[in-house]
């Protein structure tokens, strides 16, 4: 079965510290793997996206992901945390073969400063 | 500026009645989605619709019904089947479906609680 899986629910970091979210996927077909931001009571923002290629993506608000086939993993990083990043993380994954995405229970970042 | 808009931002109902959440697109999107999101369980798909007149039940459709009579709009009706309806549902919208065409960007999000 399909199935995303981000193994914390919630990190704390300090304020100037690196950060990196992991995600892990099940997924018989070539995935397609997406981040996104959620901040309380709003939607979700799109941070970066994986299709193919350079498996080291580059996104907003300076976060990067990078996909490892081999650990089935695509593990979001920021070397620098700020404050305005405390929010709701979600990794989900998607296919060329299916017309969903599969969502992951998120991960919620705090920030101490 | 294109994007997609959820209204209202709070509603409240009581208990037994039914009540619609509207989702609009301005982004020429095909696809739209229904999210319900609760605490801890991140987000599970109600109802999604790949074109216009068309849609298809996602995970947890019981107690939701859904219409696609035009390209940009894709209304959301909450029963009083719905067992537990308090919740905050996200409406989404991407080019296609599946592959790169399947990116989806979300709206603001409308909190529906029943008393």
């Known amino acids: 079965a399909q199935s995303v899986t981000q193994p914390d629910i919630h990190i704390t970091v300090s304020e100037g510290a690196s950060l990196e979210l992991r995600c892990n996927y099940s997924y018989g077909a070539t995935p397609y793997l997406f981040w996104y931001v959620q901040s309380p009571g709003q939607g979700l923002q799109l941070l970066l996206k994986y299709f193919s290629g350079d498996t080291l993506v580059q996104g907003i608000k300076g976060f990067e992901a990078e996909f490892k086939r081999s650990q089935s993993s695509f593990n979001l990083r920021k070397p620098s945390v700020h404050w305005s990043d405390a929010a709701e993380y979600f990794c989900?994954?998607?296919?060329?073969?299916?017309?969903?995405?599969?969502f992951g229970t998120g991960t919620r970042l705090q920030v101490f400063p | 500026d294109g994007g997609i808009t959820q209204s209202p931002k709070y509603l409240f109902r009581k208990e037994g009645q039914n009540v619609t959440l509207s989702c609009e697109q301005n982004?020429?999107?095909?696809?739209m989605y229904w999210y319900r999101q609760d605490p801890g369980q991140g987000l599970r798909l109600i109802y999604y619709?790949?074109?216009?007149?068309?849609?298809q039940k996602g995970d947890i459709a019981e107690g939701y019904s859904v219409s696609r009579e035009k390209k940009e709009s894709f209304p959301l009706t909450v029963t009083s089947a719905q067992k537990n309806p308090t919740a905050f549902y996200l409406c989404?919208?991407?080019?296609?479906?599946?592959?790169?065409?399947?990116?989806?960007?979300f709206g603001p999000g409308t909190r529906l609680t029943v008393l």
């Open positions: 989404a919208s991407s080019i296609g479906s599946g592959g790169p065409e399947g990116t989806q960007y």
């Open positions: 989900a994954v998607g296919a060329s073969n299916t017309d969903k995405l599969i």
């Open positions: 619709s790949q074109i216009v007149n068309d849609f």
């Open positions: 982004l020429n999107h095909d696809a």
